[in-house]
């Protein structure tokens, strides 16, 4: 079975400073990898994926994730944050090859405050 | 932009009640998906649609059924609602052969048992 952890319920950072929110990952096989934000009273929105090549992914708003596969891990990174980032974060995953037929698993979210 | 619209933004309901959520998508789609989310839990899969009247269980589908009549809309039932069934219900869809850019969301309905 897949899983996802989410250490950290919260990560509070200064306004300006870098940040990163962990994510570890259990699955079979190689990885779909997604991080997904949420703001409040709203869906979430797709900010970046991992699939397959370059271990540093870029993705919306200037975020960028890196996938350790040894580390089983994909932390989201941003080099200067903003007041706006502050929102509810999630890491999800599923595995590279299936028939489509197995849906995403999410971690619990990781609450990012960013303080001005 | 694929839409996946959500008819009600929020919902109050007295246990008890047979209660229906709607979620209609635009992109013609194959896969829709319901979850739950409350704090600390993140999202939990309920159930999940691949194709017209074909549905198969997720995490929690105790208390809750779906119907997909038709490819576009994926409704969530609560049979009997209880208060332990108020929370955040967000739709998804996606196209299974495309799995590159993951779902689209609703905006949710949260639904209050009382």
């Known amino acids: 079975a897949q899983s996802v952890a989410q250490p950290e319920d919260q990560v509070n950072v200064a306004e300006g400073n870098p940040l990163t929110v962990k994510c570890t990952y259990s699955v079979s096989g190689n990885p779909y990898l997604f991080w997904y934000v949420q703001y409040p009273n709203r869906g979430l929105q797709f900010l970046l994926k991992?699939?397959?090549?370059?271990?540093l992914v870029k993705g919306s708003y200037g975020f960028e994730a890196e996938f350790n596969k040894s580390q089983t891990s994909f932390h989201l990174k941003k080099p200067s944050a903003l007041v706006s980032d502050s929102a509810l974060y999630f890491c999800a995953v599923s595995p590279l090859m299936d028939t489509g037929r197995r849906a995403l698993t999410f971690g619990s979210g990781t609450r990012l405050q960013v303080q001005p | 932009d694929v839409k996946v619209t959500q008819s009600s933004r929020y919902l109050v309901k007295r246990t008890g009640e047979k209660v229906f959520l709607e979620c209609v998508q635009d992109?013609?789609?194959?896969?829709m998906f319901w979850y739950r989310q409350d704090p600390g839990l993140g999202l939990r899969l309920i159930y999940f649609s691949y194709d017209v009247k074909m549905k198969e269980k997720g995490d929690i589908p105790e208390g809750y059924s779906v119907s997909r009549e038709k490819k576009e809309r994926f409704s969530l039932i609560l049979e009997s609602a209880s208060t332990n069934q108020t929370s955040m219900y967000l739709c998804?869809?996606?196209?299974?052969?495309?799995?590159?850019?993951?779902?689209?969301f609703g905006s949710g309905t949260r639904l209050t048992v009382v």
């Open positions: 998804a869809s996606n196209l299974p052969r495309d799995r590159r850019y993951g779902y689209t």
């Open positions: 992109m013609d789609h194959e896969n």
């Open positions: 991992y699939i397959t090549g370059d271990n």
